[in-house]
C-alpha cells in the first residue's frame, strides 16, 4: 500500500497508550497521521498517563475537533489509506456497527466502510455479551478489521511497553507498514532462564 495519510481515532476506552504509541509509530516511519480524539478520551488520557491533550496533539500532523462532523475526514472524498481507532470502546464500536454516529470519529469511520478503506478497530473490552459479538460480526461483515489488542508471549516481552508496541506493531502491518522493532514469529529471540517456545499457541 502507499502511504498515508491514516487517520487515528482514539476513544475513552482504557488503552490510551496504543493511541499514543500509534501516533508515534506512524512519525517514525514517516507516514501522515490524522487525529480525532474523543472528549472521553482527553479524561482517560488524564487518568492512565502524565501526558497533556495538547502533547498528543503534537504528535500528529492533523488535529480535527471531534465535533466538527464538517471536517474533510467525514467526506469520502478525503483520501486516506485508511483508518485505525486505538483503542476503541464499545460504545464508538456500536455506533459505527449501526451507522447511526454521533462524532466525527465514529462518522470517518463509517466513511471507511462505506468507501471500501482500511478500517482496524482495537476493540477494549472483556468479556464479551452477544450483543456485543453480534455487533462485531456485523463489523467484520461490513469489511472492518477486528484486532482487539491481546498480547503476545512468543516474542519473550520483559515490560509492558513489549506487549503494547507488539500490539501496534501488528495493527499496523495491515495498512503494509512494517515497524522495524515488532519481533516476528520465527525470528531469534534473546531469553534468559526459559527455554525457546516451539509453537506459537
Known amino acids: 500500500m502507499e502511504n498515508g495519510p491514516i487517520i487515528v481515532g482514539i476513544t475513552g476506552a482504557s488503552g490510551v497508550i496504543y493511541g499514543l504509541r500509534v501516533l508515534e509509530a506512524l512519525r517514525r516511519l514517516g507516514v501522515q497521521s490524522h487525529l480525532i480524539m474523543s472528549r472521553s478520551a482527553e479524561i482517560t488520557l488524564g487518568y492512565e498517563t502524565k501526558m497533556k491533550v495538547a502533547e498528543v496533539h503534537a504528535l500528529a500532523d492533523v488535529v480535527y475537533p471531534p465535533g466538527d462532523i464538517a471536517a474533510a475526514p467525514s467526506s469520502g472524498s478525503f483520501r486516506t489509506l485508511g483508518m485505525i481507532i486505538a483503542p476503541c470502546s464499545i460504545r464508538s464500536m456500536s455506533e459505527i456497527a449501526t451507522g447511526v454516529t454521533s462524532s466525527l470519529l465514529t462518522r470517518a469511520a463509517d466513511v471507511m466502510l462505506k468507501e471500501r478503506r482500511r478500517l482496524v478497530l ?61 519481533k516476528r514469529w520465527g525470528e531469534p529471540v534473546q531469553r534468559s532462564g526459559a527455554a525457546r517456545a516451539q509453537s506459537p499457541t
Open 122 to 182: 482495537m476493540v477494549r473490552e472483556t468479556p464479551l455479551h452477544t450483543g456485543h459479538l453480534r455487533s462485531l460480526t456485523q463489523l467484520s461483515e461490513m469489511g472492518a478489521i477486528i484486532a482487539p489488542p491481546v498480547p503476545a508471549f512468543y516474542n519473550a516481552p520483559t515490560t509492558i511497553e513489549d506487549l503494547v508496541e507488539h500490539s501496534v506493531g501488528r495493527c499496523l502491518d495491515l495498512f503494509g507498514l512494517d515497524c522495524t522493532n515488532l
